[in-house]
């Protein structure tokens, strides 16, 4: 081996394996094909820059087995730090006008990097490239989309279904009852949203007030 090539493979820049850039490429050039017709072409291109701008300059010359969880986690720290070097977008300035700011990127902005990370890996991972997926996960947060589900108490279910059933045998509240339905089921997830919030067990007697009217019996 010659002396150049040792002393490169003696600091690691010979790789073995294949590297970060290569699976990108890889990534692009599948999903541009395997997509056509069901993605559009600006859909496409968002991939291609978050890797240009981002991803490549971060992870392109690493060995795909050195991307592991906590090289992820350090991506998240350089994202934070580090402003966005190759954006046409000219960076934001204080209010003095002199002394350049950098604004860290939106959750969702992160979110839509580290998804365009796992296609790249899942790329590599398909070719045997790669053995395993890391783990990806933001660490140290708790979920953030947090959602509650309408529901109806046992009683007010029966009651529910119990009247439907009337009234779909009389052909002269058809009418009616389809008005009222649909705004009987939206307060009441109204009032499954007010319960989850206030965390009312439906154990006592006391339920909260609806400000948008009560509820239409359908007895």
Aim: net charge positive; hydrophobic share 30%; charged share 30%.
């Amino acid at each position: 081996m010659p002396h150049g090539l040792r002393a490169r493979d003696r600091l690691g820049l010979i790789k073995s394996e294949k590297t970060f850039r290569q699976s990108a490429d890889q990534f692009l050039k599948e999903y541009e094909i395997i997509t056509e017709g069901h993605r559009s072409k600006k859909w496409v291109e968002g991939y291609g820059i978050r890797l240009r701008l981002h991803l490549l300059p971060f992870f392109g010359d690493l060995g795909l087995s050195e991307i592991t969880a906590g090289k992820v986690q350090e991506y998240r720290m350089h994202r934070a730090r580090t402003p966005v070097v190759g954006s046409r977008r000219p960076p934001p300035k204080s209010k003095d006008g002199e002394v350049p700011l950098h604004k860290p990127p939106s959750r969702s902005t992160l979110h839509n990097e580290i998804v365009t990370l796992r296609q790249v890996l899942k790329t590599a991972l398909s070719h045997g490239w790669l053995a395993h997926l890391p783990n990806l996960a933001a660490p140290y947060r708790a979920q953030t989309k947090v959602s509650h589900r309408a529901w109806f108490g046992p009683d007010e279910y029966r009651q529910l279904y119990e009247a439907t059933r009337r009234r779909a045998r009389s052909p002269s509240c058809a009418a009616e009852a389809s008005r009222n339905l649909p705004t009987f089921v939206r307060i009441s997830r109204w009032r499954g949203r007010i319960r989850s919030s206030r965390g009312w067990s439906g154990r006592t007697n006391k339920r909260p007030r609806s400000r948008v009217g009560t509820s239409i019996p359908l007895l």
